[in-house]
């Protein structure tokens, strides 16, 4: 995946500056995967978009390959993102005064401010009621599919079978926060890791740390 250009200058510097979690090196191997996969000239999927960090790398692929990245994100935050938690993020609280999390205004600006408005289609409401209006159509709607979202088991394990039975034959599911070993986080992601290659649908494609791509290369999930 080195071989792929990478995002660019303004899109980097606006990725750095952004609201969110993913660390440089996966985020350049995300947009190497998007890269990639956007040859497929189909859609890409992001699901979990939060205030935008990952989806400005999406779309810089996608606007190059003349594509869109479709975004599925309630903007309420996750678990981890509530308050009391550790993630929590006071300023992206709603202001008004309900106490909700509110990520949809930081995510437009976060776009707007980076030229990349017109090459993302964002989805706001739950994931799998998302996938059930937007399906309909199989396998071959999207050539990535992202899973990036609730990292409890019910979540990622609904993310997993609502959007990668509509990834393409040829295209890349990237999911984030892959811990093998449950000391270094949750494992929610990793099972649906697995999940994918068990299947016999996938094969393993690339890594950078807690970041894993694989290509589908059959039918099933």
Same mark, same amino acid.
């Given at each position: ?131 059930? %209006?937007? #399906? @309909?159509?199989?396998?071959? /709607? ?5 899973? !990036?979202? $609730?990292?409890?088991? =019910? *979540? +990622? ?25 449950? %000391?270094? #986080? @949750?494992?929610?992601?990793? /099972? ?5 290659? !068990?299947? $016999?649908?996938?094969? =393993? *494609? +690339? ?15």
């Amino acid at each position: 995946m080195g071989s792929t250009p990478g995002p660019q200058e303004d899109t980097l510097a606006a990725f750095e500056a952004a609201r969110g979690f993913m660390p440089l090196a996966e985020g350049l191997a995300l947009h190497a995967a998007a890269t990639e996969a956007a040859r497929l000239e189909l859609p890409l999927l992001e699901i979990g978009s939060y205030c935008g960090r990952s989806t400005l790398l999406l779309a810089d692929a996608a606007r190059r390959a003349g594509t869109v990245v479709v975004t599925v994100d309630h903007h309420r935050g996750s678990e981890e993102q509530q308050p009391g938690w550790e993630y929590h993020d006071p300023e992206l609280v709603a202001p008004d005064g309900d106490g909700r999390m509110d990520t949809l205004p930081f995510f437009r600006r976060t776009l707007a401010a980076a030229g990349l408005e017109d090459h993302v289609v964002a989805v706001v409401g739950r994931s799998p009621q998302a996938a059930a %209006a937007l #399906g @309909g159509g199989g396998g071959g /709607r999207y050539g990535l599919v992202f899973v !990036d979202g $609730g990292h409890t088991d =019910e *979540h +990622a394990a609904a993310d997993y079978v609502s959007w990668v039975p509509q990834l393409a034959e040829g295209g890349l599911l990237v999911i984030h926060d892959v811990f093998p070993d449950p %000391a270094d #986080g @949750g494992q929610a992601p990793f /099972r649906i890791w697995r999940r994918a290659l !068990d299947s $016999g649908a996938f094969a =393993e *494609h +690339a890594r950078c740390d807690s970041l894993r791509v694989l290509r589908r290369t059959g039918p099933g999930c």
